[in-house]
């Protein structure tokens, strides 16, 4: 640990650093076709001098953080420690389900919207979560059975006119199929190679419904997809949209019940133990092939019915709407919140999707912020908001230590 | 006339091939820094696209300058070239010290978040800086006379592209075999820990590897620039995952095998386009790597690893 002075001293060769690095972006705009050269040199100050200062605030961090790999108490984030205690969880859950409830009548319809769309992500992240957080397998193109549960229900709507309830389970068997279809060929490669294709299956699923006008009416889209039915609610935009909301309640809490007891249940153990070390795993009789598909199909089924969801919310979709960046953005969610940790997902979706909602006051900076804040949580706390805790057996008579 | 047509079809052939190779020379240049990053510290750097971009902008800047200053030809072209190759080095090295440095004995998904953050970033201070339209991007390299015999076949740009990319890989094989800090990068590569025994200063041989894959990059960036003709803040993110596709393809942490790579895919997409259909240009790119690794789950050129247990 360095004196004061010594601190100043990095941090001003840090600064110069950065303002030579970002000099020719930040401070020179050429405009060729008018032949004009417009320097920006306020923004070699403003860069300076707020490197300057983050650059303390960056020791800082680092300090706790170091601080904290030598004390594990400080490991245990706040609600970690709530998770292991269980005092106070009852309580919480109540609390939190009472909001639920009421939330539609404390605020407009606007908000009501907002949480809808973070809560389509928390199963979105939950679906994927069964995928990367369980089984361990690396899915970058999530987002392509998102858009055939969406392209599903609004094609069959256009279509034969199929009920958002009937068309519901069609769309998420059709996602199923679609995951085993791609599980099949590529899940014997290893980890970084699943992922690139699945970032390829991802991009050809957009492309396709990009290009194949006759199909998917292209780049224009479906518009007017009906709203589910809900005992009349859907015909009145503000009902409607509350009537969405209970929906996407219920279905957030079916699928905490449904990754809860997989997780616990004979096949989530294989999924653990499948991601721990396969070897092992297939010495012990567990089938691989069928429980990595089975992991797939399971994901790429919540990501179907969300896709349904999200058309029937949105009642307009175009093949921009499936883009690597919501992969990405969902897979965030998934790291963000603790892989496996079905809270710390929860919590990584409301963040990730409400934090560039409500920073639309600065439209322009939020996608920056919100890239810096997904480098910076990884930095400062890598292992996610929520560690997943694995169960472990208590020897009767020695002291707990985690 | 049968002939006629015949000699047309053949034209048409090598023009869909000389692309064909010019656009494989560009993805392998990319290609080298994804698979140099990935065979020292198994990390996929998602911002890697995102430095070309940046490689592509400095050059814009420089040469626009310059241009006004009233320098013109290849003056401007090397000194373009030469600022964006610094500054692209620059910020790789930068990069790594931020985000992947704090990273390195994290979950392996980590990383990957921190790079998906980063590649965001970068793009939308670029787009902020600067401007998110596109850019009319100078053509810096001239056609020469002397091919003007044969420039229905091939032209300057893709001549000096195609003799760049031949060099650069000529040399980084060279580097990474016979020099000092190739051998100390190749056992960084194979064994951290055994290398720290031995004397290596890893934290210097990573960053040497981000500074010359991003290098490489901004080579990439301004030849393949002043070629199309227009960049904007987004470039750099289709190039990213097609090079990262041909890394793939090739074996990932093979140097030849990013270059077979990056050639096998651009040849691809050039036929696919000329001879099928333009529209489905990335969906070929994208089936070709998911049939390749049916067949060869390790890439074309990829070492098997065995697992141990």
């Given at each position: 640990?360095?004196?004061?002075?010594?601190?100043?001293?990095?941090?001003?060769?840090?600064?110069?650093?950065?303002?030579?690095?970002?000099?020719?972006?930040?401070?020179?705009?050429?405009?060729?076709?008018?032949?004009?050269?417009?320097?920006?040199?306020?923004?070699?100050?403003?860069?300076?001098?707020?490197?300057?200062?983050?650059?303390?605030?960056?020791?800082?961090?680092?300090?706790?953080?170091?601080?904290?790999?030598?004390?594990?108490?400080?490991?245990?984030?706040?609600?970690?420690?709530?998770?292991?205690?269980?005092?106070?969880?009852?309580?919480?859950?109540?609390?939190?389900?009472?909001?639920?409830?009421?939330?539609?009548?404390?605020?407009?319809?606007?908000?009501?919207?907002?949480?809808?769309?973070?809560?389509?992500?928390?199963?979105?992240?939950?679906?994927?979560?069964?995928?990367?957080?369980?089984?361990?397998?690396?899915?970058l193109?999530?987002?392509?059975?998102?858009?055939?549960?969406?392209?599903?229900?609004?094609?069959?709507?256009?279509?034969?006119?199929?009920?958002?309830?009937?068309?519901?389970?069609?769309?998420?068997?059709?996602?199923?199929?679609?995951?085993?279809?791609?599980?099949?060929?590529?899940?014997?490669l290893r980890g970084d190679y699943l992922a690139i294709v699945?970032l390829g299956?991802?991009?050809?699923?957009?492309?396709?419904?990009?290009?194949?006008?006759?199909?998917?009416?292209?780049?224009?889209?479906?518009?007017?997809?009906?709203?589910?039915?809900?005992?009349?609610?859907?015909?009145?935009?503000?009902?409607?949209?509350?009537?969405?909301?209970?929906?996407?309640?219920?279905?957030?809490?079916?699928?905490?019940?449904?990754?809860?007891?997989?997780?616990?249940?004979?096949?989530?153990?294989?999924?653990?133990?499948?991601?721990?070390?396969?070897?092992?795993?297939?010495?012990?009789?567990?089938?691989?092939?069928?429980?990595?598909?089975?992991?797939?199909?399971?994901?790429?089924?919540?990501?179907?019915?969300?896709?349904?969801?999200?058309?029937?919310?949105?009642?307009?979709?175009?093949?921009?709407?499936?883009?690597?960046?919501?992969?990405?953005?969902?897979?965030?969610?998934?790291?963000?919140?603790?892989?496996?940790?079905?809270?710390?997902?929860?919590?990584?979706?409301?963040?990730?999707?409400?934090?560039?909602?409500?920073?639309?006051?600065?439209?322009?900076?939020?996608?920056?912020?919100?890239?810096?804040?997904?480098?910076?949580?990884?930095?400062?706390?890598?292992?996610?908001?929520?560690?997943?805790?694995?169960?472990?057996?208590?020897?009767?008579?020695?002291?707990?230590?985690? | 006339?049968?002939?006629?047509?015949?000699?047309?079809?053949?034209?048409?052939?090598?023009?869909?091939?000389?692309?064909?190779?010019?656009?494989g020379s560009i993805y392998a240049l990319i290609a080298l820094g994804y698979t140099m990053v990935y065979g020292i510290i198994e990390l996929i750097n998602f911002a890697h696209g995102?430095i070309y971009?940046?490689?592509?902008?400095?050059?814009?800047?420089?040469?626009?300058?310059?241009?006004?200053?009233?320098?013109?030809?290849?003056?401007?072209?090397?000194?373009?070239?030469?600022?964006?190759?610094?500054?692209?080095?620059?910020?790789?090295?930068?990069?790594?010290?931020?985000?992947?440095?704090?990273?390195?004995?994290?979950?392996?998904?980590?990383?990957l978040?921190?790079a998906?953050?980063?590649?965001?970033?970068?793009?939308?201070?670029?787009?902020?800086?600067?401007?998110?339209?596109?850019?009319?991007?100078?053509?810096?390299?001239?056609?020469?006379?002397?091919?003007?015999?044969?420039?229905?076949?091939?032209?300057?740009?893709?001549?000096?592209?195609?003799?760049?990319t031949?060099?650069?890989m000529?040399?980084l094989?060279?580097?990474?075999?016979?020099?000092?800090?190739?051998?100390?990068?190749?056992?960084?590569a194979?064994?951290?820990?055994?290398?720290?025994?031995?004397?290596?200063?890893?934290?210097?041989?990573?960053?040497?590897t981000?500074?010359i894959g991003?290098?490489l990059a901004?080579?990439a960036?301004?030849?393949?620039?002043?070629?199309?003709?227009?960049?904007?803040?987004?470039?750099?993110?289709i190039a990213g995952i097609k090079a990262f596709t041909a890394a793939v393809l090739g074996g990932i942490g093979s140097i030849a095998g990013a270059v077979l790579g990056g050639l096998v895919l651009g040849?691809?997409?050039?036929?696919?386009?000329?001879?099928?259909?333009?529209?489905?240009?990335?969906?070929?790119a994208f089936?070709l790597l998911?049939?390749i690794l049916?067949?060869r789950p390790s890439g074309l050129i990829g070492r098997?690893?065995?697992?141990?247990?």
């Amino acid at each position: 640990m360095g004196s004061t002075f010594e601190n100043i001293q990095s941090s001003f060769w840090i600064a110069i650093w950065f303002v030579f690095l970002t000099f020719p972006l930040m401070v020179i705009k050429v405009n060729t076709i008018d032949q004009i050269i417009e320097w920006r040199f306020q923004n070699m100050i403003w860069v300076g001098l707020s490197i300057f200062f983050l650059s303390f605030a960056w020791r800082k961090l680092m300090q706790i953080k170091e601080a904290g790999k030598k004390d594990r108490k400080f490991h245990l984030f706040l609600l970690q420690r709530v998770n292991i205690k269980q005092k106070y969880y009852s309580q919480i859950v109540f609390i939190v389900i009472l909001l639920g409830v009421g939330f539609p009548y404390i605020v407009s319809a606007y908000q009501i919207n907002i949480i809808t769309t973070a809560m389509i992500y928390v199963v979105l992240g939950l679906g994927l979560n069964i995928v990367v957080g369980l089984a361990g397998l690396l899915d970058l193109g999530y987002v392509a059975f998102y858009a055939v549960g969406a392209y599903a229900y609004a094609l069959l709507n256009y279509h034969f006119q199929i009920n958002f309830w009937f068309a519901l389970p069609i769309c998420g068997l059709l996602s199923a199929i679609f995951g085993v279809l791609l599980g099949f060929p590529v899940l014997r490669l290893r980890g970084d190679y699943l992922a690139i294709v699945t970032l390829g299956f991802g991009e050809i699923i957009r492309l396709i419904l990009e290009n194949w006008n006759a199909f998917s009416f292209g780049p224009s889209g479906i518009a007017n997809i009906p709203r589910p039915p809900l005992a009349g609610l859907e015909s009145n935009i503000q009902t409607a949209s509350i009537g969405m909301y209970y929906l996407m309640v219920f279905m957030v809490l079916f699928t905490i019940f449904m990754v809860n007891r997989l997780q616990n249940s004979r096949i989530g153990r294989a999924w653990l133990a499948l991601r721990e070390d396969e070897i092992a795993c297939q010495a012990m009789g567990i089938d691989r092939t069928k429980t990595k598909l089975l992991a797939f199909a399971l994901g790429a089924t919540w990501a179907g019915l969300m896709g349904a969801f999200f058309a029937a919310k949105t009642t307009f979709i175009n093949p921009a709407c499936f883009t690597f960046l919501e992969s990405a953005i969902i897979l965030s969610i998934v790291v963000l919140g603790g892989m496996g940790s079905i809270l710390g997902v929860i919590l990584a979706a409301f963040i990730l999707i409400l934090l560039p909602e409500y920073l639309r006051a600065f439209s322009e900076y939020r996608m920056l912020i919100f890239g810096a804040s997904m480098v910076l949580m990884m930095v400062f706390r890598p292992q996610g908001l929520i560690s997943h805790v694995s169960k472990h057996y208590q020897i009767p008579g020695k002291k707990d230590e985690t | 006339m049968l002939s006629e047509t015949f000699s047309e079809t053949v034209l048409y052939f090598v023009e869909l091939f000389i692309g064909g190779l010019t656009r494989g020379s560009i993805y392998a240049l990319i290609a080298l820094g994804y698979t140099m990053v990935y065979g020292i510290i198994e990390l996929i750097n998602f911002a890697h696209g995102e430095i070309y971009m940046i490689g592509a902008f400095i050059a814009l800047i420089v040469s626009g300058i310059m241009t006004m200053l009233g320098y013109a030809g290849l003056s401007v072209f090397f000194t373009a070239m030469l600022v964006a190759v610094l500054y692209s080095s620059a910020y790789g090295y930068t990069l790594e010290k931020i985000a992947y440095k704090p990273l390195r004995n994290a979950p392996r998904l980590s990383p990957l978040i921190s790079a998906i953050g980063m590649s965001i970033f970068l793009q939308n201070y670029v787009m902020l800086a600067q401007t998110s339209d596109f850019m009319p991007f100078p053509p810096l390299i001239p056609d020469f006379e002397c091919l003007s015999l044969i420039d229905y076949m091939i032209g300057g740009p893709e001549l000096v592209i195609l003799i760049t990319t031949v060099v650069v890989m000529v040399s980084l094989s060279i580097l990474i075999k016979f020099t000092r800090i190739g051998k100390a990068m190749r056992a960084t590569a194979q064994d951290k820990t055994m290398a720290m025994l031995v004397g290596v200063d890893i934290n210097r041989m990573i960053s040497i590897t981000f500074i010359i894959g991003s290098a490489l990059a901004a080579i990439a960036g301004v030849l393949i620039a002043s070629h199309v003709g227009q960049i904007n803040f987004f470039i750099g993110f289709i190039a990213g995952i097609k090079a990262f596709t041909a890394a793939v393809l090739g074996g990932i942490g093979s140097i030849a095998g990013a270059v077979l790579g990056g050639l096998v895919l651009g040849l691809t997409e050039s036929f696919a386009t000329g001879y099928v259909s333009s529209d489905y240009e990335d969906v070929f790119a994208f089936a070709l790597l998911v049939l390749i690794l049916i067949v060869r789950p390790s890439g074309l050129i990829g070492r098997k690893i065995s697992q141990k247990v």
